[in-house]
């Protein structure tokens, strides 16, 4: 059993930044990649960002450039910093570990002025 804890969300102007982090407990030696997935108001929940053991990364061309995922294995931490949001990054934002697929239970992201 793996548990994930998101925290870092809340309400920022477009053009802004925001750090979210993704804290893992319990069978840590299982998760082999981390990752976030977002759910936007009305839409289907979609993949953000991935990141292996090792430091290979994957993004959404939709937050390439903007976005950067990392991941601290010394703290069990992942962290998406998120610089340049726009509102159509509002969403809630899930941490994910596989391959085993363990969710958190989500952190609100609101992209408003």
């Known amino acids: 059993q793996v548990q994930l804890v998101e925290s870092g969300g809340g309400l920022v102007q477009p053009g802004g930044s925001v750090r979210l982090s993704c804290s893992a407990s319990?069978?840590?030696?299982?998760?082999?990649?981390m990752g976030w997935h977002r759910r936007a108001p009305g839409k289907e929940r979609e993949f953000v960002a991935s990141i292996t053991r090792s430091g290979i990364t994957n993004y959404a061309d939709s937050v390439k450039g903007r976005f950067t995922i990392s991941r601290d294995n010394a703290k069990n931490t992942m962290y998406l910093q998120m610089n340049g949001l726009k509102p159509e990054d509002t969403a809630v934002y899930y941490c994910?570990?596989?391959?085993?697929?363990?969710w958190g239970q989500g952190t609100q992201v609101t992209v408003s002025s």
């Open positions: 319990g069978s840590i030696s299982s998760i082999l990649v």
């Open positions: 994910k570990s596989g391959p085993s697929n363990y």
